[in-house]
């Protein structure tokens, strides 16, 4: 068995990721690395649920507020620049933690990203009209008649997902999901994953109270300043898109609110579908004792 664990930490939004992974850094002595597709960028404090100054300062964390909105970084940059700064951290130390809900950002990690063909720049300028013209909802029907899998697995809300399955469905005749996972990249290095649940009604109370703070703490200051920049892809996403379109006048304060609420409980949902698929998965309920999830890491860490 290799020596060097790295422990993923998994679950829907607002389950508790972000604690847990600092109380496992200060047991272990070690560093978080975050995959949140999201709370990478600096502009995006409070409507991310980034860790807190305090809780930077208490552990050394790894892809918090690194990049900037107006940066075009992807998933593959990701992969990365994240395998090499766990090889280092892995110099000095047998465990790093990683914690954060973007599926994607987690697999890239863990197994590495699949490999697709080059499609013609064509067939995505023609989608890009398409959802211009027609909207999401038309892309959306699209990919759930040429494939299925992915129409069920990938996030449907962004647009840049679903044009991207598109345009490999239409470019090689085959589905995307038919490209997933034919080959997983080698580790140097074992991965023990940790997912936190709950019941749905208390997730979904989680996330109704967490968007309540994050009005309080100042969302909607934080979202006035990053108005100019609202069509770039790093902000298409729960909690800045429903106020955008209260700024644009399309809504009440109270509505874009509720739309928050409901569009971070639709995402929840998928998160665990998507983490659900991962059958070697440990989970544990999001208030289990700290000491009953490090006893199944220590037994992990013993071959």
Same mark, same amino acid.
């Given at each position: ?9 998994v679950?829907p ?5 972000? =604690?847990?992974s ?5 047991? /272990? &002595? *070690?560093?978080?690395i975050s +995959? !949140?597709?999201r709370? /990478? ?9 980034a860790?807190t ?9 790894? /892809?918090?507020?690194n990049?900037?909105?107006?940066d ?6 990701? %992969?990365?620049?994240?395998i090499?700064?766990l090889?280092?951290l892995?110099?000095n ?19 590495g ?5 080059d499609? =013609? =720049?064509?067939?995505?300028d023609?989608l890009?009209? %398409?959802?211009?013209?027609n909207g999401?909802? =038309?892309?959306?029907?699209k990919?759930?008649?040429l ?9 449907l ?11 490999? +469905? ?7 999901s038919s490209?997933?996972k ?11 994953t940790?997912?936190?649940e709950? %019941? #749905? ?5 989680? @996330?109704?109270?967490?968007? !309540? ?5 100042g ?9 100019p ?5 790093a902000l ?13 006048g399309e +809504?009440?304060? !109270?509505?874009a609110?509720?739309e928050?609420?409901? &569009?971070?409980?639709? /995402?929840?949902k #998928?998160?665990?579908t ?13 208030? *289990?004792p700290?000491?009953e999830? @490090? ?5 992990k860490?013993?071959?």
């Amino acid at each position: 068995m290799n020596n060097k664990l790295l422990i993923s930490i998994v679950g829907p939004t607002a389950i508790g990721k972000t =604690s847990l992974s600092i109380k496992l850094a200060q047991h /272990f &002595n *070690t560093s978080i690395i975050s +995959c !949140d597709s999201r709370q /990478f960028y600096k502009e995006m404090q409070i409507g991310t649920a980034a860790p807190t100054p305090v809780e930077l300062k208490a552990i050394r964390h790894y /892809f918090i507020h690194n990049k900037s909105v107006k940066d075009n970084y992807t998933v593959g940059q990701f %992969e990365l620049e994240a395998i090499d700064t766990l090889n280092q951290l892995f110099l000095n130390n047998d465990v790093v933690i990683m914690a954060g809900g973007s599926g994607l950002y987690v697999n890239a990690v863990v197994e590495g990203l699949d490999e697709f063909p080059d499609i =013609s =720049s064509e067939i995505r300028d023609n989608l890009n009209i %398409e959802f211009k013209n027609n909207g999401l909802k =038309s892309l959306q029907d699209k990919l759930k008649s040429l494939d299925p899998i992915s129409y069920e697995a990938i996030a449907l809300d962004n647009p840049h997902r679903v044009i991207r399955a598109l345009e490999v +469905c239409i470019g090689t005749g085959l589905p995307y999901s038919s490209f997933l996972k034919k080959e997983k990249k080698g580790r140097n290095f074992e991965v023990l994953t940790i997912g936190l649940e709950a %019941e #749905r009604a208390l997730v979904y109370e989680r @996330i109704n109270l967490r968007v !309540d703070q994050m009005i309080e703490e100042g969302l909607l200051n934080e979202v006035e300043k990053l108005l100019p920049f609202k069509n770039l892809n790093a902000l298409n996403t729960v909690g800045y898109k429903e106020l955008f379109k209260y700024y644009d006048g399309e +809504c009440t304060l !109270d509505y874009a609110v509720s739309e928050i609420k409901k &569009n971070t409980r639709r /995402f929840a949902k #998928r998160q665990l579908t998507w983490f659900r698929k991962n059958k070697k998965t440990n989970w544990f309920k999001y208030n *289990t004792p700290l000491k009953e999830i @490090i006893k199944v890491i220590e037994n992990k860490k013993t071959p």
